[in-house]
Each structure stands twice: as structure tokens, then as C-alpha cells.
């Protein structure tokens, strides 16, 4: 699924009202907690995010 840059999103594997993440790419990546929303987010660098995601998806667990 493909998102707007700057629109933030939860996974689509996240029921509909669960408590989750959800992020807002751009050219840094955002991550907040879905329950509190004002509470603050976490930025990291798109590269970073990138090999994130691309970790988890082979399923390492050396990160």
C-alpha cells in the first residue's frame, strides 16, 4: 500500500482499533504511539528506517 509523504498511517495488519505505531514517511521518518498522539514522536533518518524495515523483513535479530 502506497502512502502520501507527510500522512500518517498504521500498518494494515493492525486491527482497526488497536493500540499500535504509526508512521509518516518523508525525507525523515516519524514513528508515534497511536494512544497519544500529542505525545511526542520519534525521527529518524529515511536511510535508517529503510534498513530497518529491510532487517525485519529477512527476519535478523542481529539489530
Do not use: N, Y
Amino acid at each position: 500500500m502506497r502512502h502520501e509523504p507527510g500522512e500518517w498511517f498504521k500498518s494494515g495488519w493492525s486491527p482497526e482499533k488497536s493500540e499500535c505505531v504509526e508512521v509518516r514517511l518523508g525525507e525523515e521518518t516519524g514513528v508515534r504511539d497511536t494512544k497519544e498522539r500529542d505525545g511526542g514522536q520519534l525521527t529518524v533518518a529515511r536511510c535508517a528506517w529503510t534498513a530497518l524495515v529491510a532487517v525485519i523483513k529477512q527476519g535478523a535479530r542481529t539489530w
